[in-house]
């Protein structure tokens, strides 16, 4: 078998599409969707994921802002900033690029921005209303995840799927929403006893363990369908999932591929949460 190629580059063009057109309509009603973006430090891979976030702001039409801070600058600082824009009307999504350096604790930051503006779906009280089945901002890479399925046609209920991973932003969340639209969900991670028995009856796989080429084609189940979150940088400097991409797409029926897979659906999502806190604000008046 050879798998269809999941193509999240097209996918989240479409949706991009869609949010532009909705985006215009709120404009003209006098509601410019707006995201503030806060990076701390100089770590290269957060710089371009911060300058592909304000560059698709720009393309939709939102409003973007962006705050740089150095490595050693004091946490009040920031707390300040995230402060003066949970306060100001026009600013409807606030995301505090992570890592951050070690003077931070990451919790609190994320606790401090509002949850009406918390686009990134990070904070406690939308993670909590996730996992009650409520409405809330979901967490950008999962939903966009959720998202590629339901655009290909893959039915989810009834579906066995594994998730490798376990983290905030994407292990956890993913399993969630898997369950919450009626897969039987089972999450693996570094500690798993028997990791490849688990996978290998797995009808949808989504691997995000950070690992490269972690996933490979012995443990795949013919047929399944194989997310791969992993953006993995190899000592040739390519980029490469977590999944062994040319085995496993001999087994599967479709696969992601990485780059141009999971990575563009990310930030669709985010213009999706940012607009849908405009389309709030606006509603509230
Ligand atoms: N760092 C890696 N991924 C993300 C993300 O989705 N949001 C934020 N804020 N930081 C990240």
Redesign the pocket.
């Known amino acids: 078998m050879t798998a269809r190629i999941l193509d999240g580059k097209a996918i989240a063009e479409k949706v991009r599409e869609d949010i532009a057109q909705k985006a215009a309509q709120l404009i003209a009603q006098g509601t410019t969707p707006c995201l503030a973006v806060i990076l701390v430090g100089s770590d290269p891979?957060?710089a371009v994921?911060v300058r592909n976030k304000v560059a698709a702001c720009e393309k939709a039409g939102f409003r973007s802002l962006k705050f740089e801070y150095a490595a050693d600058v004091a946490p009040e600082v920031v707390f300040g900033k995230i402060a003066e824009l949970n306060a100001d009307a026009s600013v409807h999504g606030i995301?505090?690029?992570?890592?951050l350096p070690p003077q931070f604790d990451a919790d609190k930051v994320l606790e401090a921005v509002s949850a009406e503006k918390d686009v990134?779906g990070?904070h406690a009280e939308n993670f909590g209303m996730l996992l009650q089945g409520r409405e809330s901002f979901y967490?950008?890479?999962p939903w966009g995840v959720m998202k590629m399925l339901e655009v290909s046609g893959v039915e989810v209920q009834g579906k066995d799927a594994v998730v490798i991973g376990r983290s905030n932003?994407v292990g956890k969340p993913m399993a969630v929403m898997l369950l919450t639209a009626g897969a039987t969900v089972t999450v693996c991670h570094s500690k798993t006893k028997d990791l490849a028995g688990h996978v290998k009856r797995a009808d949808i796989v989504v691997a995000a363990i950070g690992k490269p080429r972690f996933v490979t084609a012995d443990m795949i189940k013919p047929g399944a369908v194989v997310i791969d979150v992993g953006v993995n940088r190899l000592p040739d400097g390519k980029l490469c999932g977590d999944v062994d991409f040319a085995g496993a797409s001999e087994v599967a029926s479709l696969i992601t591929p990485v780059p141009g897979g999971v990575g563009p659906m990310?930030i669709t999502m985010?213009l999706g949460n940012t607009l849908l806190s405009a389309q709030r604000a606006a509603a509230r008046g």
């Open positions: 891979a957060s994921y995301l505090v690029q992570l890592p990134d990070f967490p950008c890479t932003i990310t985010l």
